[in-house]
Structure formats: structure tokens, C-alpha cells
């Protein structure tokens, strides 16, 4: 594949893992990985690594240039949790890092951008089960807000000026390569670090908040399928709802307790539970399932499985 693609926000959750598929994909010369700081030892040692402000729209350029760009992977946010603590820090990144990729974009020094959406862009008036993909949309958090507002800079940079962006609105994404950054949706990762060092977990939403969640393999995977997919296939140019499961603290924790027999969960819900209580309990995603063949393939019992079997190995490791 000729593609060179520049990853912004490599060392987030997503980014470590997509940024490796992607190697594996297009090589691992033409995968620049980038954030504020230096990533990881594996993605430092498998291909080249700059460092970047997503909000420096120059040094974006100079990079593009340097590297003969032709896709911008744009991951890099502040996430629900954090971003209401860091409002204005929050939409100055994530507005200023989409806007500055879209122009890139728009003076064809890019051809093809990606940037994620959420459910966050969901409030409390949006339909809770099988939230349709055109639906209100009156979020409650910062990062929601910036998401919506977000969503429409990509439809008007298409419709106006002819910029291939594609975006998802993820779920929860769970994995167990990497800790997570500061989302509501956290407890699903953090409950498996600490099933396996502790035995026992205090969550931080009750036990029957149900979220809409999504196994990270199955995540990666629609990210780089929405990518490679014809154009004419996208026919939806603000974002795509994405769903795979849905469940509930107690659900996963009785899961995991299938594996870990004395395995224990408490429940301590903070501010982050008023920020879930405005977010749907299930996703219809029916439009990328038709549009361009979406099909996840992990379930909760699937999911909890692997990334057991996987901590485990690697707290073996870490032991010896």
C-alpha cells in the first residue's frame, strides 16, 4: 500500500494499538507516530516517532512535508472525565487539533483524515436503547459538546470543500494493552487490572449503569475498515454510530468471576455516574453495518477471556 499515515495522539489508549495494526498494515516506515511526549519502547523502536503539539498546525506541516503524508489518523483529546475538570484546556485542544488537520486537508497537502467521535455526543433527551444514528443531541459534558461541534466541522469541510474525513462514534473501548486516559468509560479497564493484582475492585458507577462498550481489536479494526473502504461507501460524512456489546458493572464483574472465583466488586459511584446517566444503555449501528459491512466479533464472555488470559501471561512475566 503507497499510503504514508501520520498518527497524532499515538500514545493514547487507541493510538498504541492502532498504530501498531497499522504498521503491520502499511509498513512500518510509512506509520509516523506522534503525541506530545515519546511513546512507548515498542512503538519508539518499530518505526519513526515525532514529537507534536496537535494544536501546532506549523510543525503538523513541517511533518507532513518531511514525510510525504497522504492520511492524518487525528486521536489526540481530552476525554470526558478529565475534560470537565480542564474545560477550557479541553475544547481548546480538541477543537483546535480537528480544525488545523481539516485545513491541512482542505489545501490538499493531506488526502484522507480520520477523527474518532463519541457517544458523548449523546445527552439525556437522546432515546437510551438503540440510540439511533440521527437522534438528538444535547450532551452534558464538555467533551461532548466538543465531539457535536466537531461532527459538523468534518460534514462542512466535505460538503464544502470536498475533504475526505471519516469519523466513529465509539463506545467504551476496553483493552488490556494499555491503562486508560481519563473516561467515564474507564471501570471496564480498570476492572481487570485489578481482578488480577488485587482480587477485588472499587467501581466509580453503580452496578446496573449500563454503556454501550467495544473490545479494542474490534475497535481498531472498524477504524481501519472505514478507512480503506471506497468512498462512495461513506455516505455518512458527520460520524458513524459503532456498537458492538452492551452491560452493566455488575454483568462483567459476575463475567469475571467465572475466571476468578473469589473476586469481589464494591460500588463508590462519583461525578463521573451523572456523566454516564446521560449516555445510552445500547447503539444502533445499523447504518455501518449496511453502508460498509461493519461486523464486530467480540462478546462479553469473548472479551473478558482474552484479556484475562492476557494479564495473566503478562503478571507472569512481570513475576518471573
Request: glycine share 4%.
Amino acid at each position: 500500500m503507497s499510503d504514508v499515515i501520520l498518527v497524532l495522539g499515538a500514545s493514547g489508549q487507541i493510538g498504541i494499538e492502532l498504530t501498531q495494526e497499522l504498521r503491520i498494515l502499511y509498513g512500518n516506515k510509512n506509520v509516523i507516530a506522534s503525541d506530545i511526549r515519546k511513546g512507548n519502547q515498542k512503538m519508539m523502536a518499530s518505526g519513526p516517532f515525532e514529537i507534536i503539539d496537535a494544536t501546532d498546525k506549523e510543525t503538523i506541516l513541517v511533518i507532513i512535508k518531511k514525510y510525504n503524508v497522504t492520511q492524518v489518523y487525528l486521536l489526540a483529546a481530552m476525554l470526558s472525565a478529565t475534560a470537565e475538570q480542564h474545560p477550557q484546556k479541553a475544547w481548546d485542544l480538541n477543537m483546535t487539533s480537528l480544525l488545523n488537520v481539516l485545513d491541512l486537508a482542505k489545501d490538499k497537502y493531506i488526502k484522507q483524515i480520520y477523527w474518532p467521535s463519541s457517544i458523548a455526543v449523546f445527552g439525556p433527551k437522546t432515546p437510551k436503547e438503540n440510540t439511533p444514528q440521527n437522534t438528538i443531541m444535547q450532551p452534558s459534558t464538555v467533551y461532548g459538546i466538543s465531539k457535536v461541534a466537531g461532527e459538523f466541522w468534518c460534514n462542512y469541510y466535505h460538503e464544502k470543500f470536498g475533504v475526505d474525513v471519516r469519523s466513529l462514534r465509539y463506545p467504551g473501548i476496553i483493552s488490556w494493552k494499555s491503562k486508560p486516559g481519563g473516561g467515564t468509560t474507564d471501570y471496564a479497564v480498570d476492572i481487570f487490572f485489578n481482578a488480577i493484582e488485587k482480587g477485588s475492585y472499587q467501581c466509580f458507577l453503580s452496578e446496573n449503569t449500563r454503556l454501550p462498550m467495544m473490545y479494542m481489536n474490534d475497535a481498531v479494526r472498524a477504524t481501519i475498515q472505514l478507512m480503506q473502504t471506497d468512498s462512495e461507501n461513506v455516505k455518512n460524512r458527520t460520524s458513524y454510530n459503532l456498537a458492538a456489546i452492551s452491560f452493566t458493572p455488575k454483568e462483567i464483574a459476575s463475567e469475571i468471576k467465572k475466571h476468578i472465583g473469589d473476586f469481589t466488586i464494591s460500588y463508590q459511584p462519583d461525578f463521573r455516574q451523572q456523566i454516564a446517566d446521560t449516555w445510552p444503555e445500547s447503539i444502533d449501528d445499523s447504518e455501518a453495518r449496511t453502508d460498509w459491512n461493519w461486523q464486530h466479533n467480540f462478546d462479553l464472555a469473548a472479551m473478558t477471556s482474552d484479556i484475562l488470559e492476557n494479564l495473566k501471561l503478562n503478571h507472569l512475566k512481570i513475576s518471573l
